[in-house]
């Protein structure tokens, strides 16, 4: 992997948390994902450096983020929040999108090609 490629995380569950505290642990480069205050203070919390905050419920793209995105992982807590990540995220790399879900006591994981 290029030193410079960001893995991108939407972390609203737990499982999320634990995955952006492994990617520090690894010191992988990474940012997180989100779209309110609430949730850009938890992740403060537990140490994550770089945030990009997204208003998810504009209609034309966000800015392009200034790092380059590798891979994006978005861990499911709302299927519409999730849903509106995939649109904008795709405009910012050309890599997989994996999202992760836990919905029903069920462990999904959906992948793009």
């Known amino acids: 992997m290029i030193q ?8 609203p569950t737990e499982g999320g948390q634990a995955f952006l505290r492994t990617l520090a642990m ?7 994902l989100t779209n309110n205050k609430t949730e850009k203070q938890v992740l403060e919390e537990i140490g994550v ?5 997204v208003n998810a419920k504009e209609s034309r ?4 983020p ?3 995105i590798r891979k994006v992982y978005l861990f499911e807590q ?3 929040w999730c849903c509106r990540y995939i649109q904008i995220c795709r405009l910012w790399t ?3 999108e994996i999202v992760k879900s836990e919905k029903g006591g069920m ?3 959906w992948i793009s090609e």
């Open 94 to 96: 050309t890599k997989r």
């Open 107 to 109: 462990n999904i994981c």
């Open 26 to 32: 690894k010191e992988m480069p990474y940012a997180a």
């Open 4 to 11: 410079d490629d960001y893995f991108l995380v939407s972390a």
């Open 49 to 53: 450096k770089h945030i990009l905050m």
């Open 78 to 80: 709302s299927l519409n």
């Open 61 to 64: 793209a966000p800015m392009i």
């Open 66 to 68: 200034e790092m380059p």
